[in-house]
């Protein structure tokens, strides 16, 4: 059995290379691992599996950081999707889709997946979730952004090594968020506890080897009888509308909404970097408000001295995932807009693309929201929001354009 493919002209296909058997699929990547160069470290027992999943971040990131990188929300993408398979909404899709796709192969512009990505085309039947992770195959180079708990275990852990500790020969924290485009999910591993040690930690590396040669689609088969995801988070979004109605006479200014957004934040902070700070309570680091009598303790000063930071403007580049999402919510609160049912997933695609990506392509009022000032967020991470598609496709011509 064959599914449909978009062809590289920018319709379908009539031969299908992706099949839904996961075994053509795994066999597929079995073949382009043994093709691939031996990796030394594999057999070498002094690198254990954090320090190699370290070491294969790093080797993602000198890929990813040597090409242009675009964001695409899920508009784009299904805008995307139904260009290459022949069904476009408008006609400047088709063109949008034919330029990336040439970019893409011409290995100038990666297009980097993320745990949204994922969470987004769950709402869709298993058909059209081929047909877009067909598509993700064609324009993404097997590469993701890791998942938001991990790049704020990232951030986190840069900072304190920077700042706190006073660690200068950490590479930026940027080269460690980029990993294979099968890791949206995470980075798992297979445990063998009845196998010897060294035993059980090659294997757990082969397997994380293995893994680099599956695409994006080969997970989507993997997940195909999932049923489909909740189509809104309208809890989340009654509780936001609830809370920006109740404290709406008190803003005075959006800088000030943002100090109440971020000043407000240190509970969730803390469920979000409690086990990080088990490991450093381990090590016996203790912050400068310390010494902390548990790791908790050491969570709850963290936090603090993150909120604290943020509403004085100094850790804002540090930590990108809670600086960004206090803008977006202060902006909400401050223009008197209500949330809507898909925003939270919308602001998640914002996190994951301003600090790591030179353009991100969305919908109006996110591209509003992120590029209005005081704090124009796309010129703080240099990133380029776009929303119109005329605009996007000017863009991609502008990279055609210049020499390679």
Known sequence: MSIETPDDEGGLGDDADLSPAMVRRLQRAYVEEKAARPDPLI??????????????????????LSRHRIYLDMNYWIWLRDA?????????????????????????????????????IMKQNIATRRRTACVID???GSICIVDKSSRVRVQLSHFVWTKLLGDQTL??????????????????H?????????????????????????KFSDVFELTKEI??????????????????AWTRDRLRSLKATYKIEVGGSTDLIVKDIVDFAADLFEQGIRSPLGPEASHNDLAASLASMITSGLTMGRVTTYFPQYHIMGVIHATIRWMRRRHQVNDLMDHQHATAALPYCNAFF??????????????????AYGCDVISDPDDALIYLEEIAGKTP
């Open 43 to 64: 057999d070498d027992p002094s690198i254990d599996l954090d320090m190699y999943r370290r070491v294969m971040r790093l080797r993602m990131a000198d890929y990813a």
């Open 84 to 120: 290459a398979f022949h069904q476009p909404k408008l006609p400047i899709h088709t063109e949008l889709w034919r330029r990336l796709r040439g970019l893409s192969k011409s290995g100038r512009v990666i297009c980097p997946v993320s745990y949204p990505v994922f969470a987004e």
């Open 138 to 140: 064609r324009l993404c």
């Open 171 to 188: 590479k930026p924290s940027d080269r460690y968020i980029w990993a294979p485009g099968s890791h949206f999910l995470g980075m798992g």
């Open 190 to 214: 297979i445990d063998m506890l009845n196998w010897p040690s060294e035993l059980n930690l090659k294997q757990q590396k082969l397997w994380l080897q293995f893994t680099q040669y599956l």
């Open 227 to 244: 049923p489909l995801a909740e189509r809104d988070n309208w809890q989340h979004t009654l509780l936001q509308n609830f809370m920006s």
């Open 362 to 379: 969305t919908e109006h009022d996110l591209r509003d929201t992120l590029t209005r000032g005081p704090f124009h967020l796309d010129r």
